[in-house]
């Protein structure tokens, strides 16, 4: 796999309090400089990409938070997850959700749940770019051989069904049955322009993405200008402010910390 780095890509932003300790705001960023990848999982043609936060920016046993993006006719190549859960939530354009061999369509709003020991994979079949947001944790037998000593083999689950949701129909999506790392949940939330919601949690990260509008996050005095295409992580044990400036759609994924971290923040 190789990639080709435009000269106008920046790392995500992270801002900090004062005092060099982390703001409420883990990471910030855009879509804006994206790479351009070939080759992704093995497959021909090129992949848009961008990694928002992971393991420097967050706590919980989250991998990556990133955003991909593939052609017409561009396919994320198939591959097996044995160490990690990950969700595909389509953003826009219209593909086929591969899973162990078996397609399923997909459009915006589309949510899939990828457990260890299950192959999958996304083809763009429609005349316009599919784009998806990428979240990639950690089950916890394999957060446990990367966090301790101890030679422990996690091994294969066996594969389970295909578990894909209509998000802009559920609303909110529990993962319960499926994971069992950190990643607990996502949701949308909506608001029209002049209204104004929390979000925080005491023992949870929060990674949010702008689906679509324009709006501002405001926590422990540091701003976060919110529009289209923008992704924010948020420390646990923080809470931000969100105003809509325009009609507003958002999506949250809830990202919990290991207890004995919850316990001292």
Known sequence: MTTEAPTSQRAPVTPHAAGGRPGPFRSIGTVAGAATVYGVHGASGRTHWKCFAGRRQLASATEAVEWASIPPGGLSGEHRHTRTEEIYLV?????????????????????????????????????????????ETLAPATHAVLSTTDHIHPGVPPMGDAVIH????????????????????????????????????????????????????????????????????????????????????????????????????
């Open 91 to 135: 953003l826009r354009g219209h593909g086929e959700f591969l899973f162990n061999g078996t397609p399923h369509r997909v459009g915006p709003g589309s949510l899939a749940l990828t457990a260890p020991g299950n192959v999958h994979g996304l083809r763009n079949t429609a005349g316009t770019d599919l784009d998806w947001w990428v979240i």
């Open 166 to 265: 209509d998000l802009f129909k559920d609303r909110t999506v529990r993962t319960d049955g499926v994971f069992t790392g950190p990643l607990r949940q996502v949701e949308v939330v909506e608001l029209d322009a002049g209204q104004r919601t929390v979000l925080g949690a005491a023992d949870a990260e929060l990674a949010v993405f702008v689906h679509s509008g324009e709006g501002r996050a405001t926590a422990d005095g540091t701003t976060a200008d919110l529009s289209s295409d923008t992704c924010v992580t948020l420390g646990a044990g923080t809470s931000s402010g969100v105003q809509a400036l325009t009609p507003l759609r958002l999506f949250v994924v809830t990202l919990a910390l290991p207890r004995r971290s919850a316990e001292a923040s």
